[in-house]
């Protein structure tokens, strides 16, 4: 796994030589600008297929999320997390640009940046796209910034080990990098740096339990990105629901799955317009309903008129 080392180097430098007090300027420029950690409303379901997704295991928990099946709902703690790494990209840019990096987080409308795929269906937003990487420094890259718990860094990096003959004065063992320890994340970016046609992106993660960090470069695969433009095509066009990674409930897997009561169990499917046998996608991000014979209003998709038909193929036994 390539770590992005001169990166790292100069991040540990440039936060010591001066104790912090860049990073914590540029911090209250960036902060500000996380958008997603202000946001006061939210929408019960995610209109489209998203790119952070499509990476999953089973293409039937894709596709119910598609179409809307389950209400998602969270506990407080959740939120707070999801809350938190929001927040920790504006710290990872600060950190970026303390180093002398160019990092742009949106458009030229000041939006964030968002990729429309097959059908207007398949999406998603990425954290920005950097140029002056230390180990990439002559070519953009995209960024994608992720927090995680101490577990799961560990996974990713590995056990950390003081080196000081490492340019930022430790290295880590064990660690099975982002391909194998992140799928979903590896796919993400594959499809983020297809769409914008770049070759690098720079994966940086933050341990929550003792906030180290790790950055690693992952290079452009062509096939993997086709590859997953397939198999985004096929679950916005399939039907009905792809066939589950087990048919046993108690599968470990399954067990975790937010659709696991209607899927295996007796629970019915939300009712709105997606869990209605009348619906079907058009082109452009539009639904179409069979029987009033006219596209769906977007607000409308979340209710079920009177003459809701419940899908019953959502509830297919294999």
């Known amino acids: 796994m390539p770590v992005a080392s001169k990166t790292l180097a100069a991040i540990a430098h440039a936060m010591e030589a001066d104790q912090g007090a860049k990073f914590r300027a540029l911090q209250r420029i960036n902060l500000p600008l996380a958008e997603d950690a202000y946001r006061e409303d939210e929408k019960p379901f995610r209109g489209h297929l998203g790119a952070s997704l499509l990476g999953r295991e089973c293409a039937r928990e894709i596709w119910y999320g598609f179409h809307w099946v389950t209400r998602p709902h969270f506990e407080g703690r959740m939120l707070r997390l999801f809350n938190r790494g929001h927040l920790e990209e504006a ?50 890259c995209l960024v994608e910034f992720k927090t995680h718990n101490d577990k799961s860094f560990l996974k990713l990096a590995g056990k950390r080990v003081e080196d000081k003959a490492s340019p930022w004065g430790h290295r880590w063992e064990g660690g099975e990098g982002v391909m194998k320890a992140k799928w979903e994340h590896f796919v993400q ?130």
């Not at 799955?257 to 452009?284: F, M, Q, W, Y």
């Open 91 to 140: 710290r990872f840019i600060s950190l970026l640009q303390m180093i002398g990096a160019t990092v742009w987080q949106h458009d030229e409308n000041g939006k964030q940046f968002r990729i429309k795929g097959y059908k207007g269906h398949f999406g998603g937003s990425q954290d920005g796209v950097a140029q002056g990487i230390p180990d990439i420094p002559d070519e953009p």
């Open 189 to 318: 970016m594959q499809i983020y740096m297809g769409y914008w046609g770049l070759r690098w992106a720079l994966y940086m993660a933050a341990n929550k339990n003792d906030d180290d960090i790790y950055a690693e470069l992952i290079a452009f695969d062509p096939g993997q990105y086709n590859r997953f433009l397939d198999r985004a095509a096929s679950i916005i066009d399939a039907a009905e629901p792809p066939p589950r990674i087990s048919n046993s409930p108690g599968w470990f897997k399954c067990k975790f799955c937010d659709h696991a009561p209607v899927c295996h169990g007796d629970r019915l499917p939300e009712i709105n317009c997606r869990t209605c046998a009348a619906s079907k996608v058009l082109e452009d991000g539009k639904w179409f309903c069979a029987a009033t014979e006219q596209e769906i209003d977007e607000e409308l998709q979340y209710k079920a008129c009177s003459g809701y038909t419940l899908n019953t193929s959502i509830k297919a036994k294999v």
